[in-house]
């Protein structure tokens, strides 16, 4: 039998947000990118340049065998987190994710002290240094992890906004995945109840281009993830998720269609990683020309960086959010390697709800 010839994988294209097609008949409002404030756009470089640097400073601490276990970047994806969390309600939204979970946690305003202390296995880590970097945790934020199952959060995240419609409390579940647990069974499954129930959830895809070292392409027969939901009658947004103005804008709109009680939204965001998908991977299947054409074409932090510029903000001013980024990152790498290790009794704590 004849082998079928390998497709290329091109670096993710400028794609502005595209609407529900048409053969789900309705769907969120054309979106816009986001008209952000000058106060804003600093915030949002903020937030980006803060998880970029802190996923550095990560990597390097695995190297000296400081973080072990595994461990998962998100260098190259922040406009999407930052972009859609921006967006939430942090009294009443609920956020679920896979293991790459560092930057939704920094995005959701969590101390990276306690989230650098956890990926050291540290007892003033956010899960008391339990959980390490797949499976992070905080009731406060509503942030309900970190799951290391290939897909199990989207059901997950399901059972979220189940909870937010049966309490009626006005809050949205918003649960990433990515583009490889975009092919698992349970995703669809979930699919098909939060359209039934007409629960309020938004489904994202950040589709970074691989599922560990496997092409979108190779993997995927549609790959157009967006048209994912359209069997469910779930209308599906592909956005531009370099573009944190962009991503904002979707989210606005999906957040829109969501509150207003008309079910589930299902989002792609086409971003790139640019580290391999996780410390231990060494990404052989591309080539460094592509990883370097992506960061010199399309990197979000030095798109925003630009628009910073044309809104008047000064390099100067730009720099010293650089050196205060920097500064927060060392003291919490100095943070997480000089706190104590859990004491043993902690390995019976938190393994049951109640005692038996």
């Known amino acids: 039998m004849a082998k079928a010839p390998a497709r290329k994988t091109a670096a993710p294209k400028k794609v502005a947000a595209t609407p529900a097609p048409a053969s789900n008949r309705e769907g969120p409002r054309d979106p816009v990118p986001y008209d952000a404030t000058p106060q804003e756009l600093e915030k949002f470089y903020r937030d980006m340049l803060l998880i970029r640097r802190f996923e550095e400073k990560a990597g390097q601490l695995y190297g000296l065998g400081l973080i072990g276990g595994f461990c998962h970047l ?146 995927s027969a549609e790959d157009q993830l967006y048209r994912r939901g359209e069997s469910f009658r779930i209308p599906g947004m592909q956005v531009d998720g370099m573009d944190v103005l962009a991503v904002r804008g979707a989210a606005e709109a999906a957040l829109e269609w969501v509150r207003a009680g008309r079910g589930p939204v299902l989002m792609e965001l086409k971003t790139y990683r640019y580290r391999g998908h996780s410390m231990s991977d060494p990404a052989k299947y591309r080539s460094r020309e592509e990883v370097q054409a992506v960061r010199d074409k399309s990197d979000a932090i030095e798109h925003l960086k630009k628009l910073m510029e044309g809104a008047g903000i000064g390099e100067d001013r730009i720099k010293d959010i650089d050196k205060e980024i920097r500064a927060i990152v060392a003291e919490s790498a100095d943070f997480a390697e000089s706190a104590p290790e859990p004491d043993l009794s902690e390995l019976y704590t938190d393994v049951l709800v109640e005692q038996y």
């Not at 101390?111 to 499976?135: C, F, Q, Y």
């Not at 199952?149 to 995240?157: D, E, K, T």
């Not at 959830?201 to 070292?213: K, S």
């Open 74 to 219: 998100y260098i190259g994806q922040e406009a999407v987190a930052v972009g859609l969390q921006s967006a939430l309600d942090g009294d009443k939204d609920s956020v679920i994710t896979g293991y790459r979970d560092h930057g939704h946690m920094l995005a959701y305003g969590i101390d990276p002290k306690v989230i650098m202390a956890e990926l050291t296995g540290r007892a003033a880590g956010i899960s008391k240094g339990k959980g390490g970097s797949m499976h992070m945790f905080s009731v406060e934020h509503k942030f309900y992890g970190g799951h290391g199952i290939v897909g199990a959060q989207v059901s997950l995240g399901t059972g979220l906004a189940f909870a937010h419609k049966y309490r009626g409390d006005g809050g949205v579940a918003m649960a990433y995945f990515g583009d490889g647990a975009a092919n698992q069974g349970q995703v669809y499954e979930s699919f098909n109840m939060a359209e039934l129930w007409k629960l309020p959830i938004i489904f994202v895809i950040e589709n970074n281009q691989y599922a560990m070292g496997t092409s979108v392409n190779r993997a």
